[in-house]
């Protein structure tokens, strides 16, 4: 049997009375491309947040290749190396070029030699198309380009899993696919992906398992070809509905949101 690369078990978590997360659990095996959806403020990115700590579970365990997370004993620095984060608003440095924003952590983080460094930067942003941007700062930059730097800056850290909250969320409609396509690539190489998105014609697409968060629980949790065509729950079949009628039957193209 093939172990979890990731596992969390039964996280809670509330901001003051209210509880955000009721008990949520999950197994990630390697190579596997999870799609969380679910209702705006139902959880879902304080769900990835928890999972490398950036927001502090109240309870419930998180395990990376067989390493408690959660154990105050474990380097959470060492463990933040080897999980990707991706945020729906770049979080990019605009005092640095995007290649100075891709080597920053090689350098500062992971010690690495600048010219080293440089050559493994460049080399990501080449794999994102970016080459030829190595030199321009954020403002120059299109969102999807941004987005896109960010990936990169991730992926040069040679994560063993990447989190993505909500990646298109804040791009103009014809920014989506770039980034979108992105991450198809980088599913396709194996890398295991737990994303957060309403891009419901991605998630069909390149999603392993779907999982539908509400009210701060797991409702339901299949491939997408179930989830979108025989959900077992009525709360995911309102869900999708609901969706269907903001959106269309076409959602995937005009699934835009912005939370800001
Ligand atoms: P989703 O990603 O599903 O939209 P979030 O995880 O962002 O949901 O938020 C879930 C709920 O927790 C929301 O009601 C939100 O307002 C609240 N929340 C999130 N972060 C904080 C915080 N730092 N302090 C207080 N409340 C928060």
Redesign the pocket.
Same mark, same amino acid.
């Given at each position: 049997m093939v172990e979890p690369i990731l596992k969390v078990e039964d996280i809670h978590?509330a901001? %003051?009375k @209210?509880e *955000?997360?009721r008990g949520v659990s999950l197994h990630v095996l390697p190579g596997e491309v999870i799609v969380i959806i %679910?209702?705006?403020? @139902? %959880?879902?990115? @304080?769900? =990835?947040?928890c999972i490398n700590l950036l @927001?502090p579970p109240d309870k419930g365990r998180v395990w990376l290749e067989g390493v408690e997370v959660t154990d105050k004993a474990t380097d959470i620095n060492k463990v933040r190396e080897r999980i990707g984060m991706v945020f729906q608003d770049f979080n990019l440095f605009n005092h640095l070029t995007a290649l100075q924003n891709v080597r920053l952590a090689l350098i500062k983080v992971k010690g690495m030699p600048v010219k080293e460094a440089t050559d493994k930067a460049m080399m990501e942003l080449e794999k994102v198309g970016l080459g030829d941007k190595a030199d321009n700062y954020p403002a120059e930059l299109s969102g999807g380009q941004k987005q896109r730097v960010a990936i990169a800056r991730s992926l040069a850290m040679e994560p063993k899993v990447m989190l993505f909250?909500?990646p298109t969320s804040a791009l103009d409609p014809e920014l989506i696919g770039e980034v979108l396509e992105v991450m198809q690539n980088l599913a396709e190489e194996g890398m295991t992906m737990l994303i *957060?998105s309403h891009e419901m014609g991605f998630a069909r697409e390149v999603a392993d398992r779907i999982i539908f =968060?509400e009210g701060?629980v797991v409702v339901e949790d299949g491939p997408p070809e179930q989830l979108f065509t025989k959900p077992q729950h009525p709360r995911t079949r309102e869900f999708l509905h609901k969706l269907t009628e903001l959106y269309g039957e076409h959602a995937e193209s005009r699934t835009r949101r912005r939370?800001r």
């Open positions: 978590k901001y %003051g @209210t *955000v997360l %679910g209702p705006s403020g @139902t %959880g879902k990115s @304080t769900l =990835l947040r @927001t909250d909500e *957060v =968060l701060g939370r």
